[in-house]
C-alpha cells in the first residue's frame, strides 16, 4: 500500500467577490473622505467670513469712537477768526482735519452725502421738518456728518429736511 498523505483540496478564495467588495469599500471611504474635505472647506470659509465681520465690527467701533474727535476739530475749523486764517497754527489743525479724512477714506469709510440728498431714513436722522412747496423729503442742512463702512451706518447724518 502506499502511503500518500491526502490533504483535502482547499477552495479557492473568489478574487472577483474580494476585488468587488474592496472596490465597494474603497468608494464607501473616498466618498466619506470627499465630505470630510467638503466640511473643512465649509468650516474655513465661514471662519473666515467671520474674521471679516468682527474685523469691520472692530473698524466701524473704533471709527465710532473717533468721530467725536473729527467732529470737534471740524467744528473749531469753523470758528476760525478771519484775521487767523491764514496763520501757521490753523493751518496745522486743517492738516490734521485732512489726515484724518485720508485715514478714513483708507480704511473704506466714507461720509454720507446730505445738502440736496433726498431724505433717506437709513442714512439720515431728521432733527427738523420745514415745510416747502413740494411733496419730495430733501435735505437741506447737515448738523453732524454721518459715516459708513459699505452699506453698513457707522453713524447716522443728523440733519434739516424741507418739503422740496
Known amino acids: ?11 479557492q478564495p473568489d478574487y472577483a467577490q474580494i ?9 464607501t471611504l473616498t466618498e466619506a ?21 468682527v474685523r469691520s465690527s472692530v473698524k466701524a467701533s473704533v471709527v465710532a469712537e473717533l468721530l467725536p474727535v473729527i467732529d470737534n476739530f471740524e ?3 469753523k470758528h476760525v477768526p478771519v ?39 437709513e442714512l439720515h436722522e431728521a432733527v427738523s421738518m420745514e415745510q416747502g412747496d413740494g411733496d419730495q423729503e430733501v435735505v437741506s442742512e447737515e448738523l453732524q456728518p454721518g ?7 457707522i453713524r447716522h447724518a443728523m440733519v434739516r429736511v424741507t418739503h422740496a
Open 33 to 53: 473622505l470627499q465630505r470630510e474635505r467638503a466640511d473643512a472647506v465649509n468650516i474655513r470659509r465661514q471662519h473666515e467670513a467671520q474674521m471679516a465681520n
Open 75 to 77: 467744528r473749531a475749523l
Open 147 to 153: 459715516y459708513k463702512i459699505g452699506d453698513d451706518v
Open 1 to 11: 500500500m502506499t502511503d500518500k498523505k491526502h490533504t483535502p483540496k482547499q477552495p
Open 83 to 121: 484775521e487767523l486764517a491764514k496763520d501757521q497754527y490753523v493751518k496745522g489743525i486743517q492738516g490734521i482735519v485732512k489726515q484724518f479724512e485720508q485715514t478714513l477714506t483708507h480704511l473704506g469709510v466714507e461720509r454720507i452725502k446730505t445738502v440736496g440728498e433726498p431724505f433717506d431714513p
Open 19 to 27: 476585488a468587488e467588495e474592496l472596490a465597494a469599500e474603497n468608494a
